[in-house]
């Protein structure tokens, strides 16, 4: 392709509990009138598994993005295994309003507020998070001492990453989010990492999806990043894969299933071997479900490649050379 690239490469994955085992229909969730629980007694945290793992997200440090959040939920998976827990959650520290179309806070900022489904549905990022496997329970809270004092009086232990013990002076999350600097080591100590999986009605859909538009062909997932208002994040060259698509039409029985919410060229949407998921009223988590039942993943760096990166299908994701230049990342 025209633009400078470099490929990224990452390990395997494995097979695990809080996964991709046990996949089961959900029941019917019980809504409450209010949009949330406050978590005010030790015995509404207490669950029927003796662990559990609850991800830390300080709001007031770094803001929420769909690959960090993907990140951060595989490190959860992979605290579960250590600490031999099979369920677990968010809580997000601070303003949890940029995330919901209805801003929605408890009177109380010394208690730990349990999101209502019904609420988690208004963000995308929150539906996303309570359609993965494993996470059940999204929640707020004020500051970190509020989330240690929650812990403290918890019948039921409760394991937290990153470690509240973490902080720095301004009683902030001293951690970087959206690195896999975690999972490199965790990888390298215990050879594969877990598999990142949507919840198990997602991959019937995703299953029936392909059967319906996809098969006989393969279907391949790409996700081509396209925001002209932020240069150097790996927008996708567009000619450059028009012209890929136009050669595989001739070579290859496969279709492409162009996911996101991007704006894409017609050029490219009227092509046979393509098919624009979002013309078939999908939204981010069917979206994630076609990428983890993909024969195959191609696209930029960006949130959606991160369900590729953990999971067990081959995939060639390209990033900008300076898309976060001078960042380490």
């Known amino acids: 392709m025209g633009h400078r690239y470099n490929t990224v490469v990452y390990g395997k994955c494995a097979q695990n509990d809080i996964s991709t085992a046990n996949m089961r229909p959900e029941g019917k969730s019980q809504h409450r009138s209010q949009p949330w629980n406050i978590l005010s007694s030790p015995k509404a945290a207490k669950s029927q598994e003796s662990k559990r793992i609850i991800g830390i997200w300080d709001l007031r440090r770094t803001p929420a993005t769909l690959g960090g959040l993907l990140i951060l939920v595989e490190e959860l998976y ?20 940029p995330l919901l179309t209805t801003p929605v806070m408890s009177d109380n900022e010394d208690e730990v507020v349990e999101l209502d489904r019904l609420l988690c549905v208004k963000s995308p990022l929150l539906t996303m998070l309570t359609n993965l496997q494993g ?31 973490v902080v720095d002076d301004n009683g902030l999350i001293d951690y970087k989010y959206a690195t896999t600097i975690f999972l490199q080591d965790f990888y390298r100590e215990h050879g594969s990492i877990p598999c990142l999986s949507v919840k198990s009605p997602l991959i019937r859909w995703a299953i029936d999806f392909v059967e319906r538009y996809v098969l006989p062909s393969l ?66 988590p069917r979206d994630l479900a076609l ?21 067990k299908i081959p995939y060639v994701i390209y990033k900008n050379l300076d898309h976060d230049a001078g960042t380490g990342l």
Not at 82 to 96: M, T, Y
């Open 219 to 284: 279907p391949v997932v790409v996700h081509l990043k396209n925001n002209p208002y932020k240069q150097g994040f790996s927008n996708a060259n567009l000619d450059e894969w028009l012209a890929f698509f136009e050669v595989c039409l001739t070579q290859f029985d496969v279709k492409f299933v162009l996911i996101g919410n991007e704006e894409i060229d017609i050029r490219i949407a009227e092509l046979p071997n393509v098919l624009v998921s979002q013309n078939s009223a999908t939204n981010l």
């Open 291 to 311: 990428v983890q039942i993909s024969y195959a993943f191609m696209g930029m760096s960006s949130g959606p490649c991160n369900m590729a990166l953990f999971s």
């Open 135 to 165: 996470v059940d329970t999204c929640y707020q809270a004020a500051s970190i001492r509020t989330v240690k004092s929650y812990i403290a009086r918890a019948s039921s232990t409760i394991i937290t990453w990153p470690p509240l013990e």
């Open 78 to 97: 992979a605290q579960s295994m250590i600490h031999k827990a099979d369920s677990c959650g968010i809580c997000f520290v601070g303003d949890i309003s």
